[in-house]
């Protein structure tokens, strides 16, 4: 199957792998004033940390299996994503997505060296899935960490037109807009090979609103 094909399936906001619970940590921070003229701001912000730790986790993860094709990196890698990702709530959340990615891969393409892998690591987290995943379907480090950034873009911005009156035609926009931000998160990060090598760039606000958002039992998203 040609690459491109996999990368629109994996990037499909359909595809049944939990994403439709998350908005990003959108919800919490509207419910705390954010407003809809801030959200691209948001998504830049976004981009420059939570996204890009997991785009490079989800890059490493692909060639550690592309290089050993063992779990042993992909066990020290996952504890290099959660040391750099401090909230539990997004971790947690990233966790939830990563079973039901993995439950994906395991009934679609269960053969691979980075099915295999992921087997012996308990619970990882969609970034680690992903790039293994992507390993076995022959997808390039720097398409991953494109496919990384987009879904984070369209998860954000398809929430907000559940949070915030809006005209989709506006949101439409701030994904292209976001278009040469996530090129630039993806060049940076589209080389790395090692756990340790991983960005650690946090962003104190959103995972204080995440962690806030998890004990909130009135909302529509997870995450």
């Excluded at 919800?27 to 809809?36: F, I, N, Q, Y």
């Excluded at 997991?54 to 592309?66: E, F, I």
């Excluded at 892998?117 to 992903?130: M, N």
């Amino acid at each position: 199957m040609h690459p491109d094909l996999l990368l629109m399936l994996l990037a499909d906001a359909r595809l049944p792998v939990a994403g439709h619970t998350q908005s990003g940590s959108l919800e919490p921070a509207v419910v705390r004033g954010l407003g809809a003229a801030e959200v691209p701001a948001y998504l830049r912000l976004r981009l420059r940390t939570v996204v890009t730790v997991d785009a490079g986790t989800a890059v490493v993860a692909r060639a550690l299996v592309d290089s050993h094709g063992a779990a042993a990196g992909l066990g020290v890698l996952d504890r290099a994503w959660a040391a750099r990702t401090s909230s539990p709530a997004l971790r947690d959340a990233a966790r939830g997505q990563g079973r039901a990615l993995l439950r994906l891969t395991e009934r679609l393409w269960p053969q691979g060296p980075g099915a295999t892998a992921l087997r012996a690591v308990e619970s990882p987290p969609r970034a680690v899935v992903l790039g293994a995943l992507a390993c076995d379907l022959g997808l390039p480090g720097p398409a991953l960490a494109r496919l990384v950034g987009y879904d984070d873009v369209q998860t954000v911005c398809a929430a907000a037109l559940k949070l915030v009156p809006l005209d989709p035609a506006v949101v439409t926009g701030w994904v292209r807009d976001a278009l040469p931000r996530i090129e630039e998160m993806a060049e940076s990060v589209a080389g790395l090979s090692e756990p340790d090598q991983v960005p650690a760039t946090g962003a104190p606000q959103i995972e204080v609103w995440a962690q806030a958002h998890a004990h909130t039992t009135r909302r529509l998203f997870r995450a």
